[in-house]
């Protein structure tokens, strides 16, 4: 192993339009209504529904932001490494995060169409019924501002912890 800076690097894609400049509205629109949906959510969770979203959604500059906004809040690499098999690492979780987690990939996927009644269920026996509502407004605007992202090609690896607000 190696503590060289590695300079090969492909370039960097262009975004393809900066969205929140031609929408602004929309844009503050989606910021009021995402600090509306994570109100009575422990943060730490928040970050983990949002990186699971961002990462099913191959949405990278999401992925970047959530990652540094999570260790900036203080929350461990194991854990967010982690993330993407946590079906085989659920002992770095408790089984509220994992009831989130697990509703976070039925409303982000919805392959079948819905969100399967066991999945709901178990997370109706972690969260309070307004605290599962909040849950699922978080999803859902994740899942729309990956979406953004994703088609505008929004370019990771810039944003600083505080940059959005």
């Known amino acids: 192993m190696t503590t060289e800076e590695i300079t090969d690097h492909a370039a960097e894609r262009p975004a ?3 969205w929140a400049q031609l929408a ?3 844009y503050k629109a989606m910021a009021r209504l995402d600090t509306a949906a994570k109100q ?3 943060p730490s ?3 983990l529904v949002r990186l699971r979203a ?3 959604n191959h949405c990278a500059f999401c992925l970047d932001m959530h990652t540094k906004d999570a260790l900036a809040a203080g929350e461990s690499v194991q854990r967010i ?3 993407n098999a946590w079906e085989e690492s659920q002992h770095f979780y408790t089984e509220k995060e994992l009831a989130a987690i697990e509703l ?5 996927v919805l392959t079948d169409g819905f969100v399967p009644d066991e999945v709901y269920e178990k997370a109706a026996k972690h969260f309070e019924e307004a605290e599962l509502a909040q849950l699922i407004a978080t ?3 994740i899942n729309a501002w990956n979406r953004f992202g994703v088609t505008t090609r929004m370019v990771p690896g810039h944003y600083q912890p505080g940059d959005l607000g």
Do not use: C
């Open 139 to 141: 999803i859902a605007v």
């Open 16 to 18: 393809r339009m900066h």
């Open 104 to 108: 976070t990939e039925a409303v982000t």
């Open 40 to 42: 009575g959510l422990d």
């Open 81 to 83: 490494v982690q993330l």
């Open 45 to 47: 969770l928040v970050e």
């Open 24 to 26: 602004p509205e929309v």
């Open 54 to 56: 961002s990462a099913l």
